[in-house]
């Protein structure tokens, strides 16, 4: 493992994405706060994700389960 | 028919239609200077391969990046806009006095938000002071700004032996003094730098005389006239050529001098499509069918308005073609050789030459001495009764001094040398927004280059410019290409890669083939 590269590597993306999204551009302070709200809607979406994400696949499992079982049933 | 054939009567002059019409040439060889053995050179090189450049798409993702990038950009500028409003922070760009707030606002308008918010971070990459001759090095003093690129200050270092690659220096003659330059001495000494005239009074001098003729047998036309700036040159004559009821039309990327000439003259004016000739043709014959916008009646007179090399994109008109097409609809053909002129044609005699076409195929040549000459200043050359008219009518000959004789002489000198040597332009072009991480990372690696963004370029089109020059030797051309490439690694802007092998060769000697070697140049079109 490599940690020279794979840092250089890092910086590299970090570089990148300052250039896309005009960080690079931007004073110091414009930076932090851009990238604050960046990971603050990333932390919220990730968490959306986490909490969420079972709970409805679960739910929509039980929905269509129950619509083929009654189906299923009528046609019994 | 657009252009009667009997005689029309321009802006008051007679304007014989025997101007255009190349069947004259053998029976009136008082009129014509030119040569018959001109003519039966013409050999057609243009048949041979037509040089379309056709720059390939970036893929998709850089346009959505580019174009997110810019909603950031615009977001903040938002932001900053309400700061400043709010009085949260202090602004540095101009504002109205604290009795007119009321009044139609004049500074903090919406159509400044550009260059207050965007421009304003990014300035630090262009407008750098220099401080030595523009040749293939170039010192430029070093500037520091303080407070995020709204003011800057000299520092005192010079930053020097920076590789030029942004002066238009094509034939490398912007040097120091040397032996070649003991005329342009002389001149100095002689007749003083200021002419304290303009044409029409006191201003014309003998070495306006001998440098026109120089430049006529240079050019292979029938007479020239200079005026003393280029700009001025085109935004000034085209009014005099064209007025209201005749129709220009011109190339969607052709400079601002030549729109500014255009809409001055006050003719109807409409684009085509960058170097296409269908759209071309398409529009003559809706135009001519069409006639004047109210009246319907015939034009009076149509002008193709081109340029030879278009400096944003490299490419070279398609002159066959629209003189083909000229001579079929009848109309009148004026070409701005601003940056072919000296670099392009075997004996650099432009982009003319280039295809091989006679000199009486286009009717106005213009052109500049600013870029491959090292001097300043512009030029219109055609027949004869062409340039008396604009001797008599152009405004630069009446309002305007002439140019100086010390430039006239440096030019003599420049001609002198290029009636031998040349050199092509090559341009590389890189399309997305990274132009300024690009233009300070090859300030530090001590090379300079123009780059160019929106507003002047589209918005997912910036560009980085490199002018080539005799003057560059191979290792600086190779140091460039490495450095650029390496660049383009760290900058991930390498979007084609280049599959022949080799560098295309850059910099060229006496006897070399311009034609393969744009093409190579052309479909070349890493970043």
Redesign the interface.
């Known amino acids: 493992m490599d940690f020279k590269s794979v840092k250089e590597y890092l910086a ?1 993306l970090y ?2 994405y300052q ?4 960080c ?4 110091p302070w ?1 930076q932090s706060m ?1 990238n604050t709200i960046l990971l603050t809607i990333v932390a919220m979406v990730v968490y959306t994700a986490y909490v969420f994400i079972p709970i409805h696949i679960r739910l929509a499992w039980e929905f269509f389960s129950k619509i083929c079982g009654y189906h299923s049933s009528v046609s019994n | 028919m657009a252009n009667p054939r009997g005689t029309t009567v321009i802006n008051g002059t007679f304007h014989s239609p025997k101007t255009q019409h190349s069947k004259w040439q053998s029976t009136d060889g008082v009129k014509n200077g030119i040569p018959k053995e001109a003519q039966q050179n013409r050999n057609p090189r243009f048949s041979d391969k037509p040089i379309f450049e056709s720059y390939p798409e970036p893929p998709l993702y850089v346009f959505v990046l580019t174009y997110m990038g810019y909603g950031i950009g615009t977001l903040f500028g938002y932001l900053r806009d309400f700061m400043r409003s709010w009085g949260i922070e202090k602004c540095n760009a101009a504002v109205e006095r604290e009795e007119q707030k009321d009044f139609v606002p004049l500074y903090q308008d919406f159509e400044n938000f550009y260059k207050r918010n965007l421009y304003m971070r990014i300035r630090d990459s262009w407008n750098q002071t220099v401080c030595s001759v523009p040749g293939p090095h170039i010192d430029i003093m070093e500037k520091v700004s303080d407070d995020y690129n709204w003011t800057f200050r000299h520092t005192g270092k010079v930053i020097k032996d920076v590789i030029n690659m942004g002066s238009y220096n094509y034939l490398g003659l912007a040097v120091k003094y040397d032996e070649s330059m003991k005329t342009v001495k002389d001149t100095l000494e002689k007749y003083g730098v200021g002419v304290a005239s303009t044409r029409h009074e006191m201003g014309t001098l003998d070495k306006h005389k001998e440098l026109e003729e120089l430049m006529a047998k240079f050019l292979n036309v029938e007479a020239v006239m200079t005026f003393g700036m280029g700009f001025a040159t085109n935004a000034m004559n085209i009014p005099i050529l064209v007025g209201k009821g005749c129709l220009i039309l011109s190339d969607e990327l052709n400079h601002t001098s030549i729109i500014l000439g255009a809409r001055l003259s006050g003719a109807t004016i409409r684009p085509f499509k960058h170097n296409n000739v269908q759209n071309l043709e398409k529009l003559l014959r809706e135009s001519i069918i069409s006639g004047q916008p109210r009246t319907g009646r015939a034009w009076k007179k149509i002008l193709i308005l081109v340029e030879g090399i278009y400096s944003m994109e490299g490419s070279i008109v398609n002159l066959p073609q629209i003189v083909a097409l000229k001579k079929k609809y009848k109309a009148y053909l004026y070409i701005d050789e601003a940056h072919s002129i000296g670099a392009t044609g075997p004996n650099g005699q432009g982009v003319r030459d280039f295809f091989g076409l006679a000199p009486e195929d286009v009717d106005v040549y213009m052109g500049t001495f600013t870029k491959s000459f090292a001097a300043s200043g512009g030029y219109i050359a055609g027949k004869k009764e062409l340039v008396d008219y604009v001797r008599v009518h152009s405004h630069s000959a009446t309002y305007a001094t002439s140019m100086s004789p010390v430039i006239a002489e440096q030019i003599i000198r420049s001609l002198k040398i290029v009636m031998g040597e040349d050199e092509n332009q090559g341009e590389k072009h890189q399309t997305i927004g990274a132009h300024t991480a690009f233009g300070r990372h090859l300030l530090k690696k001590k090379i300079g280059v123009v780059v160019v963004g929106f507003p002047a370029t589209a918005l997912a089109e910036g560009r980085a410019r490199f002018c080539l020059s005799s003057a560059h030797t191979r290792e600086m051309l190779d140091k460039v290409l490495e450095v650029v490439d390496k660049l383009g690694d760290l900058l991930n802007v390498k979007y084609f890669p280049y599959k022949k092998s080799g560098h295309p060769a850059l910099h060229n000697e006496k006897s070399f083939d311009k034609e393969a070697s744009f093409d190579e140049m052309s479909i070349e079109p890493e970043a």
């Open positions: 590299w570089y990148q250039i896309i999204s005009c690079a551009v931007l004073e414009e851009f």
